[in-house]
T-cell receptor
Framework: DQQVKQNSPSLSVQEGRISILNCDYT??????FLWYKKYPAEGPTFLIS?????DKNEDGRFTVFLNKSAKHLSLHIVPSQPGDSAVYFC??????????FGAGTILRVKS | NAGVMQNPRHLVRRRGQEARLRCSPM?????VYWYRQLPEEGLKFMVY????????ESGMPKERFSAEFPKEGPSILRIQQVVRGDSAAYFC?????????????FGPGTRLTVL
């Protein structure tokens, strides 16, 4: 029962261009969504979050968009940098409790 | 301001032994969560604890696995009689008290290998 899906296992982007990572969810009770970045052999690092009452949240180069009717969110990274190369996980929760993660998307930023 | 601490970082056990994984949350955080990541998969929730209480253990296997978060000291995830399928990365996360939208901050993980 995959409640959070990241359908693209990998994404390759040129340095300086935009990276768009997508995430779909099925549980309409989710009210909080987060993006984490993970390097090999390290724990996930929190990037940005959005509550269900908003449709956009921006933090520096990172912007998260939420489309509740489509049950879809996306993370935009502009401009992409080689140091952004990592695995990106989308996660969702109900009332800030346990997180349900997607399977992750490997982002490669080419210089 | 130290982050979430986990130890050991790597743990090797033979089948049938016990594994104990420790987690110290960030300062000021009283909520602890344990997640497991199997190879090529995302993180899966196991258990959510507050001091001396298990709040949600819906992701914990029914047998051999237990967790605690005592009044003093770190949270412990205990796996008895380990089997090869328990080999995974185990991550602990913590969050602050009483906020509706809680970012969870993760530790570096413990990589358990069962021989």
């Amino acid at each position: 029962d995959q409640q959070v899906k990241q359908n693209s296992p990998s994404l390759s982007v040129q340095e300086g261009r935009i990276s768009i990572l997508n995430c779909d969810y099925t549980n309409s009770m989710f009210d909080y969504f987060l993006w984490y970045k993970k390097y090999p052999a390290e724990g996930p690092t929190f990037l940005i979050s959005i509550s269900s009452i908003k449709d956009k949240n921006e933090d520096g180069r990172f912007t998260v968009f939420l489309n509740k009717s489509a049950k879809h969110l996306s993370l935009h990274i502009v401009p992409s940098q080689p140091g952004d190369s990592a695995v990106y996980f989308c996660a969702a929760s109900v009332y800030g409790n346990k997180l349900v993660f997607g399977a992750g998307t490997i982002l490669r930023v080419k210089s | 301001n130290a982050g979430v601490m986990q130890n050991p970082r790597h743990l090797v056990r033979r089948r049938g032994q016990e594994a104990r994984l420790r987690c110290s949350p960030m300062k000021g955080h009283s909520h602890v969560y344990w997640y497991r990541q199997l190879p090529e998969e995302g993180l899966k929730f196991m258990v959510y604890l507050q001091k001396e209480n298990i709040i949600d253990e819906s992701g914990m296997p029914k047998e051999r696995f237990s967790a605690e978060f005592p009044k003093e000291g770190p949270s412990i995830l205990r796996i008895q009689q380990v089997v090869r399928g328990d080999s995974a990365a185990y991550f602990c996360a913590s969050s602050r008290l009483a906020e509706k939208y809680n970012e969870q901050f993760f530790g570096p993980g413990t990589r358990l290998t069962v021989l």
